[in-house]
């Protein structure tokens, strides 16, 4: 129970149920990571691409270090918040950074929100039931900010479901009570969105327009089982001045003469990319020919290799 573990992931569905034999959390809107401390060492932070992340989010690792025991590995979300409601945009001015004054120079407050133990105090937690796993969770931490402790509802899935949307949150996640924690995609774990987005891989981008700096653009796509890099559309909207600069700065360097997709791109001012660069685009829908429509960007996605992202489905 050393070091990095691959987390458990939910799969997106379409059903709104209540059950009994589930527990139901609030989906956040930020990045998950795993929390490690071994023997007393300084606690360590994994994004779930096996990223360390310590050096960004040093508040949440002395946060830790205070506040947890000597030995333990924790699932979680770190997140930011703008007002109410958790924000993956506002998180972004956080992801690259490190160092206390250009932290701190953001104003961003980040919370790191723990929902699973995996082990404590040199015990292997992930063949116990979930409700087992979060008892003992909520005792193994003194919760505080900014480490909290999500909390979740028995049986009413349905109704809580309505609430969430309600409230404007990203949805919630409907989890199997007496199931082990099984690294990779699991069925044990579904996801209720309220809203549609997803990760895609950026393979290029159009000229700017007008004054418009940077780039006008990002064409994205996603991956098939085969490996194939299928085109999805473009995404014109939801970027600052900044992030149109950063954005095109990082594109300059994955430059390529050809396309990296499988499918034909019909677009005059395209310019090409390695597929390296990973993105979360929110939308209304997919059309019949398998374009995003109204897509707007979220925000980058360091915590996912380009090769994982692949269409997500019911």
Partial sequence: MSGFREPMLATLTERRFSNAAWIFERKFDGMRALAVREGGAAPQLWSRNEKRLDKRFPELVD????LGGPEFTADGEI???DGRQTSFARLQARI?????TRIAATGVEVYYY???LLSFEGEDLTRRPLRERKRILKGAFHFQDPLRYSVHRNSDGAAYYEDACGRGWEGLIAKRADSRYRSGRSTDWLKFKCVRDQEFVVGGFTDPQGSRSGFGALLVGYHESQGLLRYAGKVGTGY??????ALRARMDDLSRDASPFADQVR???AH????ELVVQVGFTEWTGDGMLRHPRYQGERTDKAPEDVVRETA
Avoid: Q
């Avoid at 946060?63 to 205070?66: G, K, P, V």
């Avoid at 690259?96 to 206390?100: N, P, Q, S």
């Avoid at 600052?240 to 600069?245: I, P």
């Fill in 63 to 66: 946060a830790l270090a205070e």
């Fill in 272 to 275: 090409w990319i390695e597929p």
């Fill in 240 to 245: 600052d001045d900044r992030t149109l600069r």
């Fill in 79 to 81: 997140v930011a918040f």
């Fill in 114 to 116: 723990l929902f699973d």
């Fill in 96 to 100: 690259h950074l490190t160092g206390a």
């Fill in 267 to 269: 677009e005059k001012s």
